[in-house]
């Protein structure tokens, strides 16, 4: 009986010690109140070699790594059970993996530990609301965001207060004084607004909800907990932005294939959507990139026993180069030019990558390759990358890796300077040419609702430019990989900068070795925040220039490589 109202009392503890913790939900708040309870490290039961699938199998249960103390996310409700949308998160992962809701374990973890916990092989996989860093990515891997983070207000809709913009020197704004919210609001507003200071965080809930002050500002994480405890109020105007989502080990490729894939799964399906409306109403889910295919998800039972063994950055730096497989003629993205030089858009981006790690452009090793030998290639090991328009789908996702996006081959309408066609307007009972078997086909089912327009197959690309040109058409739904090879050698067309499908291309690199992908992706970050890539992304295309969607922070390996 006493160890029963012991437990109950540390259940009370937690709720109202822990609740003041959720300030270590990002690494540089660390400094905050200190976690009322963590639970002992269990010993790993399985070598560190053995695949995180196959130790899920062998156990018959996922062990996922949660915080206690950050509702709603995940905290312990008042009938001293785990609850959140982190924890019906994990529920829904192992219905889907394992056959049962129930067939879940939780271990707490603290951010500043989780890393420890995945590394060690106590937890399968952290939900504790960990924001995927660029200095992140040397401990290990991440699926797509469950819920975006980042400086944000919350206020009574009555203040009018809609956007950091829209604050005056009149408006009370409360702050964290344990927070650098502070500093935050004050370097993103010119506007000298009179700030309140409190120490704790139901101090300021007090104040927003007696009118003490107009303006809550804080992490958003934090003002959605506020929110279900201060009647009336809503987030408004969030102006930073900070992704936090799945953690789990590096270089196991198999089981990062199945979270990622299964986060997709719930998104198309609703269920996160659903989630979202249990646990943070009125608050978006953050935007996840969904590969294209019909690739299914695999299943569980198919995973292998070991993890990979590969070490790309010792064969470059033993080669003193990057060995990169490329089309000969593929315009804009990867081409020869009259004198036989490798050039287009993703090869002189390569070679900014390779001036960044080798100390020079010219530390690249060009390999033509082929639509047939190209993968092939990569796979044995003669090439470290693959160039020309390699579309990130679901079913490539199974067999290699590939960096962050770093354009979109996504569908539009190309057709003759002369007659151009910007959108789906007016073409009404008008011919629309495809290729068969294209995604432009595929396409055609939704993005003719409504619109009438007649499409007419071509087997090639070839004859559906020749139909446009006869006055058959008035327009090709086509990739735009195509349709800029010819606008980028011939005059006389146009495309429109609108896409109607996504189509994610990147490059295509060996699978399972994280190390490498990492130096991919910060190295591309680093170009982006140089103006790099925007310099070359506007010397080769035409239409606004995407953004990377950097991840926060800074790296914290060197993005050299050395011989």
């Known amino acids: 009986m006493k160890r029963r109202r012991l437990f109950l009392l540390v259940a009370v503890i937690l709720l109202l010690v822990g609740c003041e913790d959720l300030a270590s939900l990002l690494p540089e708040e660390e400094e905050g109140p200190p976690a009322a309870f963590v639970a002992p490290t269990p010993v790993p039961t399985f070598p560190p070699a053995l695949t995180t699938s196959a130790r899920i199998l062998d156990r018959g249960a996922l062990v996922v790594g949660v915080r206690y103390d950050l509702e709603p996310f995940s905290f312990i409700a008042p009938d001293s059970q785990l609850a959140g949308l982190e924890i019906d998160l994990a529920r829904e992962l192992a219905r889907r993996w394992l056959g049962s809701p129930d067939a879940v374990r939780f271990v707490q973890v603290r951010t500043d530990t989780a890393f420890d916990h995945l590394t060690e092989g106590s937890v399968d996989l952290v939900l504790g609301g960990v924001i995927h860093t660029q200095a992140g990515e040397a401990n290990a891997d991440f699926a797509g965001p469950y819920f975006m983070d980042g400086m944000a207000l919350l206020t009574f809709p009555d203040t009018g207060i809609r956007s950091l913009g829209e604050l005056q020197s009149s408006h009370r704004v409360g702050i964290l004084d344990w927070t650098e919210s502070l500093e935050a609001v004050q370097a993103a507003t010119p506007v000298t607004a009179t700030y309140v200071s409190y120490g704790h965080f139901f101090d300021v809930l007090d104040g927003l909800r007696n009118r003490e002050i107009d303006v809550y500002a804080d992490q958003h994480h934090r003002l959605v907990r506020a ?184 569908v539009s309408l190309f057709s003759l300077e002369v007659n151009s066609v910007e959108g789906f307007d007016g073409l009404g009972g008008q011919s629309v040419g495809v290729v068969v078997g294209s995604a432009g086909e595929a396409a055609v089912p939704q993005l003719s609702q409504g619109v009438g327009m007649n499409a007419v197959g071509y087997p090639t690309f070839g004859e559906a430019v020749a139909a446009l040109q006869a006055g058959e058409v008035i327009a090709i739904l086509t990739e735009r990989r195509p349709a800029l090879d010819i606008h980028f050698r011939q005059e006389g067309f146009y495309i429109t900068n609108q896409r109607y499908t996504y189509r994610p291309v990147a490059y295509m690199l060996p699978e399972g070795d994280s190390a490498y992908r990492d130096l991919f992706n910060l190295s591309l970050m680093e170009l982006e925040a140089r103006g790099v890539y925007q310099e070359l992304y506007e010397l080769w295309f035409d239409d606004p220039i995407p953004s990377l969607g950097a991840w926060p922070g800074i790296p914290t390996v060197p993005l050299v490589v050395n011989r």
């Open 227 to 410: 929110r279900r405890s201060v009647a009336g109020t809503t987030v408004v105007g969030q102006w930073t932005w900070a992704p936090v989502a799945p953690v789990f080990r590096q270089d196991d490729p198999f089981f990062a294939n199945v979270v990622r894939l299964t986060m997709q799964d719930m998104v198309a399906d609703g269920t996160r959507d659903a989630l979202y409306a249990r646990w943070l109403p009125e608050t978006s889910p953050p935007s996840l990139t969904m590969l294209p295919g019909q690739a299914p998800t695999p299943a569980m039972e198919a995973s292998p026993q070991r993890r990979p063994d590969l070490d790309v950055i010792e064969r470059m730096r033993q080669r003193g180069s990057i060995a990169v497989g490329y089309f000969q003629d593929r315009w804009p993205y990867s081409a020869d030019r009259a004198d036989g030089v490798p050039t287009g858009f993703e090869v002189r981006l390569l070679e900014r990558l390779a001036e960044l790690w080798f100390g020079s452009r010219e530390a690249v090793t060009y390999v033509p390759v082929t639509e047939a030998d190209a993968t092939n290639r990569l796979a044995q090991g003669e090439v470290d990358v693959l160039v020309g328009t390699w579309v990130h789908t679901r079913g490539r996702e199974l067999g290699w890796d590939f960096s962050v996006p770093i354009l979109d081959d996504g």
